[in-house]
Antibody, heavy 118, light 113 residues
Framework: EVQLVESGGGLVQPGGSQRLSCAASGFSFRNSWMYWIRQAPGKGLVWVSSIDYDGSVTTYADSVKGRFTISRDNAKNTLYLQINSLRAEDTAIYFC???????????WGQGTLVTVSS | DIVMTQSPDSLAVSLGERATINCKSSQTILNSSNNKNYLAWYQQKPGQPPKLLIYWASTRESGVPDRLSGSGSGTDFTLTISSLQAEDVAVYYCQQYFGSPITFGGGTRVDIK
């Protein structure tokens, strides 16, 4: 089955860290650009970060630059997002997504919720 | 960044009636070299991730019913549900992938009247 499965979310204190994972299956992960997209509770979709096929090109939203790090392990078919120095405004569901056609997200994971609170 | 503005924020339509959602970009998202509009539409139902419906402004993703259609060019785009069904109740988002970063509209909630 073609799918993405995120994990690693949870309750984190302000200033804390978390590593999110996204396990890919059923398709050629190593040939896919990947995104992390987040959605604050009751709000819209916001792009967070992108990574190319082999991890040599990464980009970040200004709001997370210097605090978040995207990476991938093609041998394990897994995408990661290391999130540090967490703030209340980082509270969101984090989705990983497979990129197609220049920027369309044609496969989404079910998301993992990160809650930043003391 | 390219700003995507959707309207209305929400709408309620009777079953079988037409629903129309608008999306406007702050600059053109038409690539004149290939004549493609870099615009996608997604549907998100409660508790679920978004689902790709349409890309290149009007190309339906496999499996998407033909009552959903996309149109428009340049800066103004429309998603039309020609005959609303109960399973169409959702929030709909437009997204541009012409510029970096990709950006989404704020979403339009569609309900049954």
């Amino acid at each position: 089955e073609v799918q993405l499965v995120e994990s690693g979310g949870g309750l984190v204190q302000p200033g804390g860290s978390q590593r999110l994972s996204c396990a890919a299956s059923g398709f050629s992960f190593r040939n896919s650009w990947m995104y992390w997209i987040r959605q604050a509770p009751g709000k819209g979709l916001v792009w967070v970060s992108s990574i190319d096929y082999d991890g040599s090109v990464t980009t970040y939203a200004d709001s997370v630059k210097g605090r978040f790090t995207i990476s991938r392990d093609n041998a394990k078919n897994t995408l990661y997002l290391q999130i540090n120095s967490l703030r209340a405004e980082d509270t969101a569901i984090y989705f990983c997504g497979r990129v197609a056609g220049g920027g369309v997200i044609n496969l989404w994971g079910q998301g993992t919720l990160v809650t930043v609170s003391s | 960044d390219i700003v995507m503005t959707q309207s209305p924020d929400s709408l309620a339509v009777s079953l079988g009636e037409r629903a129309t959602i608008n999306c406007k970009s702050s600059q053109t998202i038409l690539n004149s070299s290939n004549n493609k509009n870099y615009l996608a539409w997604y549907q998100q139902k409660p508790g679920q991730p978004p689902k790709l419906l349409i890309y290149w402004a009007s190309t339906r993703e496999s499996g998407v019913p033909d009552r959903l259609s996309g149109s428009g060019s340049g800066t103004d785009f429309t998603l039309t549900i020609s005959s609303l069904q109960a399973e169409d109740v959702a929030v709909y988002y437009c997204q541009q992938y012409f510029g970096s970063p990709i950006t989404f509209g704020g979403g339009t909630r569609v309900d049954i009247k």
